[in-house]
């Protein structure tokens, strides 16, 4: 005789759909943490990459300090050197660029030199990608 209430039926049912949104959540929760670890690898490459940059640079810089002031290369280690007169401060600057590897980032260095030392006037990143700009806004004019 079935005197009403919860029966066994209802239990199961209760545990099964209990089983089920705990799988959906840890599934939610496993493709979250893939996404954030693909994320982290990025990152870690993009740092790696500016560190092996800037001891290119710094190698650069050394090396050029053994040359005269007024006979210094055009190029080292495969990197173009370039030479621009500063009206204001009335010396000569030089610019290169060393890529970071497995990006499309540069690291940009802008250097004064003196006699035996040198003076750092940039040290940054900079992105050689193309940029695509989305200017059509297909707006409705009513």
Not at 37 to 54: C, H, I, M, R, T
Not at 99 to 126: A, G, K, N, Q
């Amino acid at each position: 005789m079935n005197k009403g209430g919860i029966g066994i039926g209802s239990a199961s049912i209760v545990l099964v759909f209990a089983v089920l949104c705990l799988t959906i959540f840890s599934l939610i929760t496993f493709i979250v943490a893939e996404n954030a670890k693909s994320l982290v690898d990025a990152e870690k490459e993009l740092v790696v990459g500016y560190y092996n940059a800037d001891a290119q640079a710094e190698l650069i810089l050394a090396e050029l300090l053994e040359y005269p002031p007024h006979s210094r290369p055009a190029g080292i280690q495969g990197v173009e050197l370039h030479y621009e007169y500063d009206f204001n401060r009335d010396q000569e600057v030089l610019s290169f660029s060393c890529p970071i590897p497995d990006s499309t980032m540069v690291l940009l260095v802008r250097v004064l030199f003196h006699d035996d030392s040198f003076e750092i006037l940039s040290w940054r990143m900079h992105d050689t990608s193309d940029w695509l700009i989305d200017d059509g806004m297909n707006l409705w004019l009513g």
